[in-house]
């Protein structure tokens, strides 16, 4: 065990398992899809998804990573020896690269438009100004492959680190003050003229645009958001002691991170609605938006660079969790050393990166194809961080309730004696409710 590393202390993992799962999901994926599916009714659905799924799944993944102490291949090979089970492993860490392609060249943008703000570039700044500088800024493509770059190396660097000191020490003062900013944010936004609006957009549903594709959006994104599917809160659950409570643990995550998403979109749609801007325009949208919302602050400039760089630090804690994935594996199966695991995995990811990167300069991959009428990052999106996610949650939820079965689950999550009153819920959910559910909603999008 030591020498895989663990937590210095619980709060220290629950820090760190809420610094994976806030992120570039909570403050740009959670609005920029909630825009796309039409607002409130995606909302709620999303809200449904992260209870009935999301909460089930990560109390799944805890308990199986502290059970076996092992990466996601190890981990279903520790139970199941000699099957194909542990190719529900390898699909999490291919996953994990591919998340961490497109990412991070959003977590470059993050960077860029730290800069941005600090030179000033937002100040007196309108809708117009701001879709055109998102547009060439988007459209360069050295300086994206650059930012890319950049932000995998400092990437690497943290998970090169280890695990106690490298990815607790980061999530600890400065998400809190990422969260009094947008607090700040959002009195700005709700005051702005014709904020109205946009409240109506974010708050009232309309039963009318239910459709299959914005439950799929809803599933994944909770997915997406939870760090689940892909093995990373498996992964965190290994470096975790006995005496922990994973319920509780799950409890708090699950409520930090959908906090955090839900008043990025009260910062979001106020100001878009107040500037008719159009919620639907994709991956661009709160970059198109920020500024202009913080063009309209005391101090504006300042307090834009502090929110994009601490939003860089929010999307760190979570790459150093996908990357920590593949690294994983490469250590406990392969006996790789952290190093050389870590550099050539962010490596793969970089060189998958730069088509995401270059896709804003009208690098529009299969664009002629009726069903992939997208850039390369939004298509990246759609294919790992939406549909590879949810498959991968679902041989999770199979495993954990059929192979490993839930009674071993339960002694995992109730060892030292920690009560879980919910527990027939919670087998109730993962044996049935989130496997069936996974397979419909999936099913409902191709046929
Ligand atoms: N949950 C992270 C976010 O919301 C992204 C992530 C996805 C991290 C999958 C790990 C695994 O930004």
């Known amino acids: 065990m030591s020498s895989r590393g663990n937590w210095g202390s619980r709060a220290g993992f629950i820090l760190a398992a809420a610094g994976s799962a806030v992120g570039l999901g909570n403050i740009w994926r959670f609005p920029y899809i909630t825009g796309k599916n039409g607002g409130a009714l995606f909302v709620l659905i999303y809200i449904g998804c992260v209870i009935v799924l999301g909460l089930p799944v990560l109390l799944a993944e805890f ?47 993050t960077l860029g438009y730290c800069f941005k703000s600090l030179s000033g570039q937002f100040s007196g700044i309108d809708k117009g100004k701001a879709l055109a500088m998102f547009g060439r800024f988007i459209a360069s493509p050295w300086l994206q492959v650059l930012l890319l770059a950049i932000f995998m190396v400092l990437t690497i660097y943290i998970v090169i680190k280890g695990v106690a000191a490298g990815l607790e020490r980061y999530s600890k003062i400065l998400m809190p003050t990422l969260f009094l900013i947008m607090i700040l944010l959002m009195v700005r936004s709700l005051t702005l003229p014709g904020a109205g609006k946009g409240l109506l957009f974010y708050l009232k549903p309309d039963f009318a645009k239910i459709s299959g594709p914005v439950f799929l959006e809803a599933m994944g994104q909770a997915f997406f958001s939870l760090s689940l599917g892909m093995g990373t809160m498996l992964t965190y659950g290994s470096y975790l002691g006995k005496k922990e409570n994973l319920v509780s643990s799950a409890a708090w995550v699950a ?38 919302i913080f063009a309209r602050m005391p101090g504006g400039m300042w307090f834009g660079s502090l929110f994009f760089m601490l939003l860089a630090v929010a999307a760190l804690t979570s790459t150093i969790s996908i990357l920590e994935v593949p690294v994983a594996f490469l250590i406990d199966e392969k006996k790789w050393t952290r190093r050389k695991a870590s550099w050539l995995m962010g490596a793969l990811a970089f060189a998958f990166g730069v088509p995401s990167a270059l ?33 991968g949650a679902f041989f999770i939820a199979v495993f954990v309730a059929h192979v490993w079965k839930t009674a071993n689950a339960l002694d995992e999550i109730t060892a030292d004696g920690a009560s879980f009153r919910l527990a027939r819920l919670w087998v109730i959910a993962i044996k049935y409710v989130c496997p069936l559910l996974i397979l419909v909603v999936l099913a409902s999008q191709f046929f």
Do not use: C
């Open 359 to 391: 896709s804003g300069g009208g690098m529009k991959f299969f664009s002629s194809l009726p069903f992939f009428h997208i850039d390369f990052l939004s298509l990246w999106d759609k294919i790992w961080g939406n549909v590879a996610l949810s498959v």
């Open 63 to 109: 308990s199986l990573g502290r059970a076996t102490t092992r990466n996601p291949v190890g981990a279903f090979a520790a139970i199941r020896p000699n099957s194909i089970w542990h190719w529900t492993g390898y699909l999490g860490v291919i996953t994990g690269v591919m998340i961490l392609s497109f990412y991070s060249v959003v977590a470059g943008w």
């Open 255 to 292: 409520a930090l991170d959908t906090t955090i998403a839900i008043l990025s979109g009260f910062i979001i749609f106020p100001a878009l609605f107040s500037q008719n801007m159009e919620p639907g325009q994709g991956p661009g949208l709160v970059f198109n938006i920020l500024p202009v």
